[in-house]
């Protein structure tokens, strides 16, 4: 049975990503489909990794935080990570909870300098991200390409895992409630499948 995870990196629910997240989770109750959502602004955890940690995290040892997200990550055989784009990537805390929760021996190893898949081998990721920038424009300058690009090799296939979806909402500052409705059709249309 399919098990998804939901990485919420938005620092309130009551937000336009908090909207999305909404339009997903309704998707998969009316599909039946498991999950479970990570709030990141609800979790007790501090996003600056620390050096201890990750000298820790390479000799196998991880804090209560991050074996317990570890978790959540193997459950799942999809992790969706929704978004908004601040400043070009991941707001802080989210990247933050990556630098943690992406720690080796758990979601890689190394050869030499070669990345070798752990437990997120053959697991999707998925990606929501909503932008200030019309997507158009993204699209065309290639910064859209350019992050995509960037996410799935230096995250997604680093960890062996293998990108599925992606959807990118851009202009949401700007936008009225019909284009913000079409964008939810763009949602429950690709989560839908």
Known sequence: MSHKLI?????SAETFNGAILRQVTGIFDEQQVSYDVRMLHELSFDPVLSLE???????????AFMEQEHEYWRKADEIIVLFPLWWGFFPALG????????????????EGESP????????Q??????SGSPYEEMKANGLHDQLIDTIDRTIIQFCGMTMNRVVHLGDVIQANDQEKQAMFRQVRETFSK
């Open 125 to 130: 990721m998925s990606i929501i991200l909503t």
């Open 53 to 63: 940690d990750y000298q820790n995290s390479l000799e196998g040892h991880y804090s």
């Open 116 to 123: 070798i898949a752990a437990a997120l081998k053959d697991k």
């Open 95 to 110: 990247k933050g909870y990556l630098d943690q929760v992406l720690s080796y021996g758990f979601a890689y190893e190394l």
């Open 7 to 11: 990485v919420f990196m938005h620092s």
